[in-house]
C-alpha cells in the first residue's frame, strides 16, 4: 500500500523546542517579578503533568496551590502565558531553535508533492508558523497540504488533533505515517491507526514508544547515521520517503496478515 501523506509533529520532532520555551517561561517569571526558576528537571515534570497554556497553573498548584487563586484573580497566570507567547515567538524568529538532524532534509523531499505533507500541533498556530518560516521560508508554508493547531480543537488532545489532520488530508489512517518525538504522541497516531515512526526529543528519551514501527535517534543524514533505538530500519541510515513508503508497507502489511488470521 503505497503512501499518500507524511504527518509531523512540530514541537520537539521538526525542532527542539522545549527548551527555548523554558528559556522564555523564565523570562516572563523574572518580568513579572517571580522567583521561579525552571531548570530542566522541573520543566520535564511539567510538560508530562501539564495541558499546553497551562504550565504556570500547574507549575504554581503543584509548588505553591496556596497562591493559585489570588494568581487566578489578579490575572498573574494569563499575563505570564501571554508574555511567554511574546518572548517564545521573539526567540523563535532569532532561529533559538535547533532543528532535529535530517528534517530539513526530509521536508524537502516532501515538497515534491509524492507525498501530501502535513503539521499537527496542540500549540497555537503562530507558533508554529513563526518557526516553518524562519527555518524553511514561505515555499515550505505553502508546500504543506494541511495542519492542526490549538485553533482548531475544543480540547488539547493529541488524538483529536491526528484526528483532524486526517480529516483534513481526506486520507485515510492506513495511508499516514506520522513521525512524533513523544511516547503519548505516537500513541495517539497508532491508536487511530497511522504507522508512527518515533525520534524521541530530549524530554521524551525514557519513554517506551511501543506504538511506533521504528524508534530511531533522529532521521539521520548520509554522513551521520541515525542510531535504531528499536526496530528493523532494514540497513537504511538515513530517512527519506522510499524509506518511509518501505516501512509503511510492511506495517500495514503486518497489519493486513494479522486481520487475516
Known amino acids: 500500500m503505497a503512501l499518500k501523506a507524511l504527518i509531523l509533529d512540530v514541537d520537539g520532532t521538526i525542532a527542539e523546542t522545549a527548551d527555548v520555551k523554558r528559556a522564555a517561561f523564565n523570562q516572563a517569571f523574572a518580568e513579572i517579578g517571580l522567583d521561579w526558576v525552571w531548570g530542566r ?22 509548588r505553591q496551590p496556596e497562591i493559585v487563586n489570588n494568581m487566578s484573580k489578579n490575572g498573574a497566570l494569563e499575563q505570564i502565558h501571554r508574555r511567554q507567547q511574546t518572548i517564545y515567538r521573539n526567540l523563535l524568529e532569532a532561529g533559538a531553535a535547533q532543528l532535529r538532524p535530517g528534517i530539513a532534509r526530509l521536508m524537502g523531499e516532501a515538497m515534491t508533492g509524492r507525498v501530501k505533507l502535513a503539521l499537527c500541533s496542540i500549540g497555537p498556530r503562530l507558533e508554529f508558523e513563526t518557526l516553518i518560516f524562519n527555518r524553511f521560508g514561505f515555499d515550505m508554508l505553502n508546500a504543506i497540504t494541511a495542519s492542526v493547531a490549538a485553533e482548531d480543537l475544543k480540547t488539547h488532545s493529541l488524538a483529536a488533533a491526528y484526528r483532524q489532520c486526517l480529516a483534513k488530508l481526506s486520507v485515510s489512517a492506513s495511508d499516514c505515517l506520522a513521525i512524533d518525538d513523544s511516547g503519548a504522541g505516537c500513541a495517539a497516531a497508532a491508536r487511530l491507526g497511522m504507522t508512527v515512526i518515533a525520534t524521541p526529543g ?15 535517534s533522529d532521521l539521520g543524514h548520509p554522513a551521520a547515521p541515525f542510531s535504531v533505538l528499536r526496530g528493523d530500519a532494514k540497513g537504511i541510515g538515513h530517512v527519506t520517503l522510499a524509506a518511509l513508503n518501505l516501512w509503511h508497507g510492511r506495517a500495514t502489511a503486518t497489519v493486513r496478515h494479522a486481520s487475516a488470521a
Open 41 to 62: 528537571a522541573v520543566f520535564q515534570e511539567i510538560l508530562a503533568g501539564s495541558v499546553q497554556g497551562g504550565e504556570a497553573a500547574y507549575y504554581a498548584h503543584l
Open 202 to 216: 530530549h524530554y521524551w528519551q525514557g519513554e517506551s514508544f511501543r506504538d511506533a514501527e521504528l524508534v530511531l
